[in-house]
């Protein structure tokens, strides 16, 4: 294979991982009409478990689920599913786009936790482009603070919530680097579905509604999805620098504008657009400046 071929596989492989966390995104939109958030984030986390299961058996039989890093993957498992409870609840009462470029601020939250927490400092470019991204976030949460009929200030409340889901992914993802290179990719997923479902299940059966057969499949191909977009991300961020694919990760912003003018008639307003930019901008900055 030729050096050109090796370097635009992590490209692929990226982009075709946003892509499934894009449709991730709508199947959870579209059955939040009818079951709890709660429920959703214990359905994909579980039947994940059951995908992931038998690739690490066949990884290494019985020996590839061995670890000595419990409690991180304990730790990553109940900040990771608070992320992702967070992130569930606002799509179901967002803008499928909005919704989904506040899940794009993580990355201007893993300096602040990795300086807080590993020491590690940040050039200025860092510290520039958390400012830019989140004046892109202010940017699109102006208008509907000023606009009286769309009860502003409760979807201020729902953008805090997607910043604060935002922030616990970082965490999530910084607690993965303080396990060191040595942990699998394959093993962390798992140890995060187990966590996860765990943590997951009694909020799931509080609000609990038995799925019919149809939702039952939908939500498979959720955890399906969800679980082929780690995997593919993870491989890409094992084939080439983060600073040079990380960019591509915005593709999502591209599949989800789609989806949500084609499932749900959402136009882009201007604060939309000119919100994305300093995201999708300041994303690049961050990237280039490590």
Known sequence: MSEAKLSFTPILAVIAGELCFAIMGALIKYMSLDLTSEMLVFFRNSLAFLIIVPLLYHQGGLQAFKTEQLRFHALRGLIGVTAMSCFFYILGRMHFTEAILLKLCTPFFIPLVAWLWLKESSSKSTLFAIAVGFIGVLIICEPKLQDADSNGFENIYLALIGLSGACLAALAKVTIRRMGSKEPSLRIVFYFSVFASAASLPFALNNWTNPSATQLILLFALASVATVGQLLVTFAYKQAKAGHIGQYTYTSLIFSSVM????????????????????????????RAR
């Open 260 to 287: 949500g003018w084609f499932f749900w008639q959402e136009t882009l307003t201007l604060s939309i657009i000119l919100g994305s930019l300093c995201i999708v901008g300041a994303g690049i900055i961050n990237l």
